[in-house]
């Protein structure tokens, strides 16, 4: 077995961030294309995968994503009428998550799978060790390209430019 130089595995390292990006722009592209953000086609395809309604702060953990950001997100597709709020009838202060008719026809329109969902996927089938050198790697990573303190929103969630 030959070992690679550290020339080769930063090369390799680069293509796999390629790879990832490529793979996340054009689902953001897909999004655009229903005239929604990526960040919004990933909760609307996140809440499809759910048997159940979800509430915000399990779809927070389910994206991966800080709550008060979900919740951004949420109200914005809400508004649209994707996505409806209903009080829950067990739990009064929970309020329950689910695709309405017009979310449902706006991801047949739009890919299988959203890049993001796989990319959570992907993470989550990692072994403990490995999510925890990865996120010790892209923390290091981060911080030497002096970005520790910038926020992290979810993906995409901007119109394409």
Not at 5 to 15: F, L, N, P
Not at 22 to 32: C, G, I, P, V
Not at 37 to 62: H, I, K, N
């Amino acid at each position: 077995m030959t070992k690679r130089s550290k020339k080769e595995d930063v090369t390799k390292s680069m293509d796999s961030f390629r790879r990832i990006v490529r793979a996340l722009r054009s689902s953001h592209r897909a999004a655009s294309d229903v005239d929604l953000t990526g960040a919004q086609l990933f909760v609307l395809a996140t809440l499809a995968q759910s048997d159940d309604p979800m509430g915000v702060r399990e779809l927070a953990e389910t994206t991966r994503t800080d709550q008060s950001t979900v919740s951004v997100v949420v109200g914005r597709v809400v508004d649209r009428g994707l996505v409806k709020r209903v009080r829950s009838s067990v739990d009064s202060r929970r309020v329950e998550l689910s695709l309405t008719a017009r979310g449902k026809a706006v991801l047949r329109r739009t890919p299988t799978t959203v890049a993001q969902r796989k990319l959570a996927d992907a993470l989550d089938k990692l072994s403990g060790a490995d999510a925890a050198t990865l996120s010790r790697i892209l923390d290091k990573i981060v911080d030497l390209m002096g970005e520790s303190d910038a926020p992290a929103p979810m993906l995409f969630d901007e119109k394409s430019g």
